[in-house]
């Protein structure tokens, strides 16, 4: 097994969804989440973890905890039937075998077996860099609802045209020490948050892209700058409601990489992933970042 | 006394109120149990039941104080929970009924300070200081839930004077105000116009088993404006700013 999560570590991830529905609001009839003061698209912290959890889970083969398993009667499993299949008998037991308890922890009364941990990944709920607009789509069906009937019914569902999201987390150490969360469970995190979402092919999400996505990794004790999100624009020759692909916009990163480079003397290593189709202000930023950053240890990421 | 002033927001908070364990209402400011918490894992304190929630022990003579700065505002957040209530072990539901929809009750664009002080000197406090001027945390602090991660930054460091005996003066403060003993508020409140205020009964003490053992009533103004008032104690920075602080052991007795 590798070695425990060394330092603290601030990820700013970003994807776009078109035509889809980035994470319905339960209460509102499934609609997109929507700051109504703002207009900005929100997509919880557990939608994120969601495709996390299934990536590792169903293209790694690794074994994650919050998992719905049907048992052959279509009923769900317990969790005390699941850790019983997982032979788990002890909190550490489930720390050695879960990485999704690693990375997120997990609280759970499960008799005899109660288990508390905070997790070292945290993130906070995705937001829109921009206000969207939001599409009621109206379509029908060529099942019938029941038998005999000769028609098919109507289907409803409330879509995002077009919706730029960013997310924004922290990987902290010291709990990692309590989780057990390994340098290797940081680079599945990273991978999962990239490949997972392009993953997503279920009809309601289809039409998620990974576009950006930016680890630093500190080597002052301790330490994170905060906000990354908050360090990003974007500009647009649109109104920013009728923005529809990627295309039709840029990412201004001038103020992230600005304070990157406030920051070099406490980083230790930058990962970036990006996607060549977003356009970055200024346009040669990952060529020099370096330059830009005052930071030599870049690594960029290639996922596929 | 030295006070430290620091800077607390996010994108979202949610302080949950007591009523229930799932209730769907947030406090408008993080209360004193919650400030202990947060300061805990800025200094990286055990708030395992192992450990008799070691945080508490140790902050647990320290003085809170906590200012709105930004306006309150409420956001209703649906969420999709599972059902854990009418199975055995908090097992997962049967699917047709192992879901069920809330709303949640979320604050939006939460910001805050918060005063913290120490009767005595200790390396905690030092270390506490120190941690909040470099921007650093032991932990990652959150507003109430770990999803809504907590930006904060250092103000100051003030040399604090309490002043008692005050009730027939009306004084500015700038910080939520416990009201408890006071039964006819009207008559040590200038009520002015264009300011909303709030009253509410908030979580101060809470003993190793994170039982709530005290509780306080409070008056805040929504908008985070000053409060005109006639209060039996307060404290004043060296900058002028006056403030009430929580203590541990309150004098005044709890009014109902």
Partial sequence: MSELLKNRHEILFLYDVKDANPNGDPADENKPRIDEETGVNIVTDVRLKRTIRDYLCDYKGLTVFVKEVRKDSGDLETKEERLDELKINSPSDLLDKCIDIRLFG?????????ITFTGPVQFRFGRSLHSVKIDYVKGTTVMPSKESKKQGTFTECYIVPYSLIAFY???????????????????????????????????SKVGHMPRLLIDIEFKENNYHIGDLDKLVKINSDYDYEEIRDISDLSLNVGNLLDVIKNNSTKIHRIRVSFDKRLNVVPRDSWANLSSYTGIDNIEFLAFD | MKILAFDIWGDWALFKKFYTTASPLTFHFPPITTLKGIVGAILGLSNNPKDNNFYLEILGDYLFGIQIIKPIKTYRMGYNWIETKKAKYM????????????IIETLKDPYYRVYVGSKEESSFWDKLVELIKNHKSIFTPFLGISEHIAEFKYVGLYNVDKIENSLKKFVSISSVVSID???????????????VYQRDKIPVEMDNNRKVTKYSTVLYEMNGRDLIIKLKKYWQLENGIRIYLFENKMDIPSSR
């Fill in chain 2, 181 to 195: 003993g006071i039964d006819d508020i009207s008559d040590f409140l200038k009520i002015e116009s264009g300011k």
């Fill in chain 1, 169 to 203: 987390g922290i990987a902290n150490e010291n709990l990692a020490k309590i989780s057990k969360m390994t340098e290797e469970d940081h680079m599945l995190l990273l991978e999962a948050m990239w490949n997972g979402t392009k993953n997503l092919i279920s009809r």
């Fill in chain 1, 106 to 114: 997990a609280t759970a009364a499960i008799k005899n077996k109660t």
């Fill in chain 2, 91 to 102: 097992q997962i539901m049967p699917p047709e009924k192992s879901r069920y929809q809330t």
